[in-house]
């Protein structure tokens, strides 16, 4: 019979990463790690880790014992480095760190619910100390390792931190309510996550509810070119209930499962780099900052620089509550000790010293004003600098529209217009006004928003207008179209 890879890399007590090599070296074709692959190929695949064994002798114990093959993975790896001592020093060196997963969807659809069912299941109660504090994010310990979640459902949090640069989610967990399907915030989200090239798994939550339909949710999934893999694509769809904890366990095994796939690495003594959670002032502490170490490790006593402020840690705990005196990779933590509360999506990195770390702050305060002056003059683009970059451009569009009709419309007039020349990417087409989780989409991504018949709110337009994003309105579908053209016509080189 069929087996999936993943559990065959499981019994074989090999990492996923590894059995995909096997695979490719054996050009077997497959979607994902879970996809399942044939009996055949899986007693040629038996055999030659058998052999590869029968060489190795210095992991014996790795290959008697699959069951504690994480365990032992670090004594594989290590006597692997004896056995070649020639090879140079590999990427792998570096240590794997936790994943750090967002939960995004649309409202209602049990974000909360999720999130508060892994942390009162996961995070040990005695480190919680009852009350459970909400920093911003929390770690869940689980069987396959430590999983970081951030605990500000929604996407604006994921978007304001990219928006800044910064990329803190390394998965994104897409909430679907199993008796309510795909909504517009639901391809929002999905959208965000695309935008950001962080892989997704879709959780068709609420399975407890009798009307729950989780084959009509994989089907309009489908129907916007997600393909779950029971239906042969390669979306990994999980059923939950956040209510009876029903399938939260499988979703936690997908989580890290995708996360070796990703093959997340951080070196703690590499130089300290972090990311904004958020911050807020308490009446009797101070400020508070939850800032997610990205790479290397923060000690009590270091000093930060944000933006243009500095601060000196003056105390830390972790997302528990506990006080700790350092935090590695993947460790959100927050920090006493800043004056001014710095924003989330912020970078933050180390300095030697107070010394430095003003000198750091003056010197972003300097570049600042130099950007506010270049931004009063007139642009020059790459392009008009260093000539046409590529041959095929892309036209990245947000589009928002009355009707998922109008919508249908504009989409399929806009396909007829691609060539070998111009591809045109359209990151969100959603029904309803634009809103400002689009705009932040837009800078990030490079898009142009435009609307049919409907009118972008005040606030909307405003952030489009200080971010410089091109967000245009139009009555008539062809008026749209046409300024499409204009955008393709802008972006064609000129051919010499
Ligand atoms: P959010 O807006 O996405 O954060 O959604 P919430 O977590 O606040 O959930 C919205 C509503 O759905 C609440 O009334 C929850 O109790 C309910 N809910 C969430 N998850 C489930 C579930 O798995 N089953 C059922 N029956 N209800 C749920």
Redesign the pocket.
Known sequence: SKVRIYTLAKDLGVDNNRMLEILDGLGVSYKSVSSTIEEETVDLIRQLLADEGHEATAEPEAAAAPAQAAAAEPAQAAAKKAAEPAQPAEPSDIPSRAPVVTIM?????????????IRSSKVAAKEAGGITQHVGAFEAKTSRGKIVFIDT??HEAFTTIRARGANVADIAII?I?ADDSLMPQTREAIAHAQAAKVPMIVAI?????PQADVDRVKSDLTSINLVPEDYGGDLITVP?????G?GIEDLLEYISLTAELEDLRADPKGEFGGVVIESRVDKQAGVLATIMVQSGTLHVGDFLVVGETYGKIKAMTDSAGSRIKEAGPSTPVQILGFSEAPSSGELVVSAANEHAARERVAGRAEQRRDAEEARLRPKLSLEDIMGPLSETRTVNLILRADTQGSLEAIQGILARKESDDVKINVLLAGIGAPTEGDVLLASTAEATILCFSVTPAGAVQKAADQKSIDLKSFRIIYELIDEVDRLIKGNIEPVF
């Open positions: 969807g649309h409202v209602d659809h049990g974000k909360t619910s999720l999130l508060d069912y459902p929604g909430v309510a939550n609420k399975v407890d509810l939950v209930s956040a209510r009876s029903e």
